[in-house]
């Protein structure tokens, strides 16, 4: 493209690089309290009752605040308003805080809180889901009178009658467990009381819109009343949404009443008691198939823990609906999906956000039914994906992009030499004392939020009159470069180098709602807000230079002028120095909203996503026989990303997704027992470190979308839901044992 510009940047390298990047915790203020959270020492409880009196008499200290002192809304909820801030009467798990501490610095507050005494009537936690949906069950859902957190169904055809006359019915139960999310940056936030009345947050999060509504609803104050100022965040992963919100008004609600800023920064122990996890499911598949191997029906069960609050639970059962077959499609479905509220830690929005689960099923039904029918696991998948101007089970034909999932699959067995090396498998047989296997997973993952939310975003383009160019966009930096991206995207809308581009510090009191940084949407909808707000001001330009430069449909913007092709042209900074004379400011506000998508609750039928994303993964594994560990050898993916904006982020995106999957795979497990986590630190719950991940090959695939106002789909959450079950089939292909729960361990006893 003539305004390609450089793909090689970020905007935010010098400053995190150097250390100069400035972070919650960095935040250093004239009379600045601290607060620490005092959490329950209960897992379920009722009638709590909390004694702060000696707390409120040590040394430094400026308050102790309960659920009493909160002059608004106690309880918080992206779905349902159901987490208390600050508990009250009951409590639901042991990530629960009775109290909120403040002193003039954080040893005082952390003395200070150990001084709180609390009392209550300690009853049995319920931990297993299913033991909670059964009939009689203590009711440990709030404001319900049963447990069930949700139900989502698919109803297509007649699975029952179908199956009864498949050749082959493969029947396997599955399980997934809770993961951490271990971003690098603990939550931490500071709430600074302004001499305008305004309560201003900074803060470690992923979406300031949602913080504000927290805030306010919190304090009983207008939404004008607080302010929302972008904060570098150190990884987020979906974690930093509901937790890190309700982080911030705890702080918040300590400033309003003190009348100071007031920090609260989590340690990881803290982060790990309270901060939501991957919801862990138990999967029940019953499929059928005919002797070429096509996937004529199924049947599918899921069991989730929803934990002891909603979160966005129905949101991620949703995309396990829409999904529940990953990228195949099955004529007959019957699947239900049922969410239990638990007295363990409460679930939410992570990564992936209910493919990983379903994918580690789907992927490994696949392998198992091409064995059992004697074909490969490349024919039985060709066979059954989705194709172009096909539907899916939910009844969306994909006739509006292209369909790719044939590209990535053969990207992938060419790069890996999957075929060759399949064939050299050992499925139990030891060669040279170790067992080798390579195993390969694909997906089509719905773009954006899809039927589970309205989508939308904004961007504001404001050219200076010197011609340099600021830009604000309503999606949040969470160290993935969105605002690289936003700034290139710009760059090559405007024909400019991306240097003349500032991106603009966003706040919520400046821009409108964008939605939080989730769903793979920040280059799909923030930057195509951004490349609307640029069309916007090229539109603006173009007619208002017309008389001087011709036709506007004809006008270009391209290396650093405005002009129509072999006519006499402006500089860039000519054209703005015309459009201030002529008192037309080049301002530009730009939205992207999602074309239209559509969903029956009843029937699980619809449009569920306007667009795809196409992936698939392999990994290639030695398992040794007397040990049972299973080591990495290499990794392969390709990802049909619609457009790469930025290769060297994009790329970076796919290996620290397959990164995170290999822990969710091999290692992470949360050891929770009576509803209390065992391992509170990251030198108990392990997580990749470098020597565990091999060497990675990533191929991007490039078929522009023409839903999107720049070409781009993403790569943020495709990129950790396929490599569990490529591990999974690839240590079968290598020890004949197959691994239906996560994470994977084998017993040497069962290699002999």
Not at 307 to 312: D, E, I, L, M, P
Request: with cysteine.
């Amino acid at each position: 493209m003539a305004n390609e510009p450089k793909s090689t940047f970020r905007n935010d390298a010098r400053a995190k690089v150097s250390g100069r990047a400035q972070y919650a915790d960095d935040i250093r203020l004239p009379g600045m309290a601290h607060a620490v959270p005092v959490y329950t020492r209960f897992v379920r409880a009722e009638n709590l009752r909390v004694d702060a009196s000696a707390a409120r008499a040590a040394p430094g200290v400026l308050g102790v605040f309960t659920a009493a002192d909160v002059p608004g809304q106690v309880r918080f909820g992206q779905i349902v308003r159901d987490y208390p801030m600050l508990a009250e009467g009951t409590i639901r798990c042991e990530g629960e805080v009775i109290a909120l501490a403040v002193a003039d610095t954080r040893r005082r507050a952390l003395a200070a809180a150990a001084l709180v005494v609390e009392t209550a009537d300690e009853l049995p936690p319920v931990t297993d889901p299913q033991a909670a949906l059964a009939a009689g069950a203590p009711v440990v859902r709030w404001g319900g009178d049963d447990n069930l957190a949700n139900h989502g169904r698919v109803r297509r055809g007649d699975a029952a009658k179908v199956l009864a006359s498949c050749d082959l019915v493969v029947e396997e139960t599955f399980s997934t467990q809770a993961v951490e999310h271990a971003y690098m940056e603990p939550e931490s936030a500071v709430a600074i009381p302004r001499p305008d009345g305004v309560l201003e947050i900074r803060g470690s999060m992923q979406h300031p819109f949602s913080t504000r509504r927290f805030v306010s609803a919190l304090l009983g104050v207008s939404l004008a009343e607080v302010e929302v100022v972008d904060t570098t965040t150190g990884g987020g992963f979906g974690g930093k949404d509901d937790t890190a919100a309700i982080v911030c008004a705890r702080a918040a609600l300590a400033a309003r009443k003190l009348g100071r800023p007031v920090k609260l920064t989590y340690d990881r122990e803290w982060s790990f008691r309270e901060s939501y996890k991957r919801h862990p499911y138990r999967l029940r598949y019953r499929v059928g198939f005919s002797k070429d191997g096509t996937a004529r029906a199924a049947e599918i069960d899921m069991l989730c823990d929803s934990g002891a609050y909603t979160s966005v639970t129905p949101w991620v059962n949703w995309r396990s609906t829409a999904q529940c077959c990953g990228p195949y499609y099955v004529d007959a479905v019957r699947m239900d999906i049922r969410a239990a509220a638990t007295n363990n830690v409460f679930t939410g929005a992570m990564r992936g956000f209910g493919a990983p689960q379903v994918n580690f099923a789907v992927e490994q039904v696949m392998d198992i039914a091409a064995e059992r029918l004697g074909l490969s696991p490349l024919e039985i998948r060709r066979k059954n994906m989705v194709k172009q101007d096909g539907l899916t089970i939910t009844g969306q034909r994909l006739d509006t992009h292209v369909v790719s999932l044939g590209q990535v699959m053969d990207t992938v067995v060419r790069d890996s030499g999957y075929e060759a090396k399949l064939a050299r498998c050992t499925r139990g047989k030891a060669r040279d004392g170790r067992l080798y296997g390579i195993g390969l997973a694909i997906s089509y993952r719905g773009a954006s939020l899809g039927a589970e939310g309205l989508d939308y975003c904004s961007a504001v383009v404001n050219v200076q009159s010197d011609g340099s160019v600021l830009l604000d966009a309503a999606i949040h930096e969470n160290g993935q470069g969105a605002e690289s991206v936003q700034m290139l995207i710009l760059a090559e809308e405007l024909g400019l180098p991306v240097e003349r581009i500032r991106r603009q510090r966003s706040s919520t009191s400046r821009i409108p709602d964008g939605g939080t940084t989730v769903a793979t949407r920040g280059t799909l909808m923030g930057g195509g807000a951004v490349a609307q707000a640029a069309r916007e001001l090229k539109r603006l330009m173009a007619e208002t230079l017309a008389d001087e430069l011709g036709d506007p449909a004809s006008i270009r913007f391209e290396d650093g002028r405005v002009g129509v092709p072999g006519e006499p042209s402006l500089s860039w900074e000519e054209a703005i120095a015309r459009m201030y004379d002529r008192r037309v400011y080049p301002y530009a506000f730009g939205t992207f909203r999602a074309p239209p998508v559509s969903w029956d609750e009843h029937t699980g039928q619809g449009d569920a996503y306007f667009t795809y994303v196409y992936s698939c993964q392999a990994a290639e594994v030695s398992v040794d026989p007397a040990t049972g560990k299973v080591s990495l050898l290499a990794l392969w993916a390709s990802h049909d990303v619609g457009r790469a904006i930025n290769r060297p982020l994009t790329l970076g995106q796919a290996y620290g997704g397959m990164v995170q999957a290999a822990g969710m795979a091999l290692m992470e497990d949360l050891a929770q027992a009576g509803g209390r986590i065992g391992n509170r630190n990251l030198d108990r719950y392990k997580i990749p470190r470098a020597r565990d991940i091999p060497e990675m090959r990533c191929t991007l695939v490039e078929n522009p979308d023409p839903n999107s106002p720049t070409g781009a789909k993403g790569i943020g959450e495709p990129a950790v839901e396929l490599l569990a079950p490529a591990i999974a089939n690839a240590v079968y292909n290598a020890t004949g044992v197959r691994c239906r729960d996560l994470p994977i361990r084998l017993d040497p006893e069962d290699l002999k």
